[in-house]
């Protein structure tokens, strides 16, 4: 399998296109500029599934920005599903005290990891700390999380796609969509 063609074959139903994608994160774009008027946020953004998020969204805040990167990794072995322990693989390179932060991630799922992620951000002091995600899946929520900025609340499916992975493959089909369930059978 070498050609994102057979990967899009892969797919059985795309959730969000291209131009969907587009759309939403212009919006977001510019009700975050419209909100952090003024002041020089920090866009925090958690790796490897928030990549061309993050990448969309900063070009479409028209503000003066610092980026930041951040990598964590659920223990447990299962692919699907989220463990709640985490571990930070990579963490900030500057301090954010006093700082207006903004989380960018990928999904929300259970709201694990993204719990154990406020908590530790939280304990470095930001002025201000909002979550601002490409997906929400609130049907699977386990702990409560204060989103902010929501691009897309979607169903309990498994999705793959714009950044997010299936077996670290898939981050690069340029639109969200949900895999046949032969590709799980095929590899569990
Ligand atoms: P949570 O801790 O909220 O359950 O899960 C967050 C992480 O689980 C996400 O950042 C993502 O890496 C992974 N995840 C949750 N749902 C999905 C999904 O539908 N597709 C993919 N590819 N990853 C997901």
Same mark, same amino acid.
């Given at each position: @399998?070498? *050609? /994102?063609?057979?990967? /899009? ?5 795309? %959730? ?36 061309? $998020? @993050?990448?969309?969204? @900063? !070009?479409?805040?028209? %503000?003066? %920005?610092? &980026?930041?990167? @951040? ?50 951000? *939280? ?7 909002? &979550?601002?995600? %490409?997906?929400?899946?609130?049907? *699977? ?8 900025? /929501?691009? $897309?609340?979607?169903?309990?499916? $498994? ?11 898939? *981050?690069?089909?340029? $639109?969200?969509?949900?895999? !046949? ?8």
């Amino acid at each position: @399998m070498t *050609r /994102t063609t057979e990967l /899009t074959a892969d797919v059985a139903e795309i %959730l969000l296109s291209e131009e969907q994608l587009r759309t939403r994160i212009a919006e977001l774009g510019a009700q975050v500029t419209a909100d952090y008027a003024g002041r020089q946020p920090t866009l925090v953004s958690v790796l490897k599934g928030s990549l061309p $998020f @993050m990448a969309d969204l @900063m !070009r479409s805040i028209e %503000l003066p %920005l610092r &980026i930041d990167l @951040m990598e964590v990794s659920s223990y447990g072995g299962a692919t699907t599903e989220s463990s709640g322990l985490v571990r930070i693989l990579k963490d900030l390179s500057a301090s954010i005290e006093d700082e207006d932060v903004l989380i960018v991630e990928d999904i929300i799922d259970t709201g694990l990891t993204l719990n154990y992620l406020l908590r530790y951000l *939280r304990g470095k002091k930001p002025r201000s700390l909002r &979550i601002c995600t %490409l997906l929400d899946k609130p049907a *699977r929520r386990l702990v409560e999380i204060p989103v902010d900025y /929501t691009g $897309f609340t979607i169903p309990d499916q $498994f999705v793959v796609g714009y950044g997010l992975d299936y077996g670290e493959l898939y *981050r690069n089909l340029r $639109f969200v969509g949900v895999l !046949r369930p032969e590709v799980y059978a095929s590899s569990e």
